[in-house]
């Protein structure tokens, strides 16, 4: 069918698609290896009509940590809500979650997808990007009880990112870690992030 004979709503529904079969794909496999061409098959249009929609791949991957981000507020919310889970299990299971995304449905960027990500976004969307991330850092904060003023959001931001980003550059990114420690080290880093975010659960904001 040709792309003219789409109404407007059939296309908000085939972008919102794209999205979430994006989103799907990336979180299973990882982002590098999913491809447009995964995608726009599974959603069944044709390459040029996904570009019509996106115009790089990196304008969609942005699109499908958007969609996930309230998705990971909820389960964070899910979490801290159960009662049969401590304040400290329902942290490290979220935050275990994170660091193993692709068994938990949660797309992680790598260093290398990092830096081509930052490579080819605008200025402007890399800055809403920020925007949305530090957001996205700071609700959850909220979520685990301790309130989030910027100095905290983006140390929370860094002791997060880095031990997932470590977690899934050991061995390719970073040859000289060792690989069969891999599980321990994000082991040690979940719970000394946790013990820093207990710390300032029981301190007032500056």
């Known amino acids: 069918m040709p792309k003219a004979a789409y109404s407007e709503e059939d ?18 496999q990882g982002i590098q290896y999913t491809t447009v061409e995964q995608i726009y098959k599974k959603v069944g249009i044709s390459k040029t009509f996904f570009y019509s929609f996106f115009s ?28 049969a889970l401590s304040w400290r299990d329902a942290v490290c299971q979220f935050l275990n ?24 976004l605008s200025k402007e969307s890399y800055q809403v990007f920020r925007q949305k991330q530090l957001r996205l850092f700071g ?6 009880g301790i309130k989030a003023d910027a100095a905290r959001i983006h140390l929370f931001t860094n002791l997060s990112l880095t031990a997932m980003v470590i977690r899934r550059a050991i061995p390719d990114a970073l040859p000289l870690f060792v690989p ?21 659960k029981e301190a007032p904001a500056p």
Not at 66 to 77: D, S, V
């Open 139 to 144: 609700e959850i904060l909220e979520c685990f």
């Open 180 to 200: 069969e420690a891999a599980d321990e080290t994000v082991d040690f880093q979940l719970n000394a992030i946790i013990d820093a975010l207990e710390k300032l």
């Open 97 to 120: 979650a994170c660091c193993y995304g692709e068994k938990n449905g949660i797309a992680v960027l790598t260093i290398e997808e990092q830096q081509h990500l930052f490579r080819r």
């Open 56 to 83: 790089t791949k990196e304008d969609l991957i942005v699109e499908t940590l958007y969609l996930q981000q309230p998705k990971i507020i909820a389960y964070a919310q899910k979490l801290m809500a159960d009662p």
């Open 11 to 28: 296309k908000e529904r085939i972008r919102n698609a794209l999205i979430t079969v994006g989103l799907e794909l990336m979180a299973k």
